[in-house]
C-alpha cells in the first residue's frame, strides 16, 4: 500500500491556472503509475489524467489536452497536476490515485487514493 496526500487546490477564477501536488509515501515509488481524477457533486468520478512509471507515457481525457500537464518528480515522490485555462466545468474533487503497472484510464485499476483537493472554478 501507498499512503497519498494531495495539495494544492483552491478557488480560481476561469482562466486561471492552479498546480495540484500528489505526495507518496513509498521510497518504490517508481514502480507505480500515478493518475488524477476528479468527482464534481452529484456527478461519476471521471479520470482527468495518468503517468506511467515504468517511461513517464501520459494519457488525458480529451477535455484537459492541451489544458492540463501531468507530471512526476521520482526523486520527490510526488506527482503533478499542472492545470492552465480553467473552466467552470473543471471544478470538482480532484484525487490522486496510485497503481502497479502501466497507467489507464480506469480508476478500478487504480488500489491507492488519496483523500482528495477541492478546486472551485468561478465564472
Known amino acids: 500500500q501507498v499512503q497519498l496526500v494531495e495539495s494544492g487546490g483552491g478557488l480560481v477564477q476561469a482562466g486561471g491556472s492552479l498546480r495540484l501536488s500528489c505526495a507518496a509515501s513509498?521510497?518504490?515509488?517508481?514502480?507505480?503509475?500515478m493518475a488524477w481524477f476528479r468527482q464534481a457533486p452529484g456527478k461519476e468520478r471521471e479520470f482527468v489524467a495518468a503517468i506511467s512509471g515504468s517511461d513517464s507515457s501520459t494519457l488525458y481525457r480529451d477535455g484537459v489536452k492541451g489544458r492540463f500537464t501531468i507530471s512526476r518528480d521520482n526523486g520527490e515522490n510526488t506527482v503533478y497536476l499542472q492545470m492552465n485555462s480553467l473552466k467552470p466545468e473543471d471544478t470538482a474533487v480532484y484525487l490522486c490515485?496510485?497503481?502497479?503497472?502501466?497507467?489507464?484510464?480506469?480508476?478500478?485499476?487504480?488500489?491507492?487514493w488519496g483523500q482528495g483537493t477541492q478546486v472551485t472554478v468561478s465564472s
Open positions: 490515485a496510485a497503481a502497479i503497472g502501466r497507467a489507464t484510464i480506469f480508476a478500478m485499476n487504480y488500489n491507492n
Open positions: 513509498r521510497r518504490t515509488f517508481t514502480f507505480y503509475s
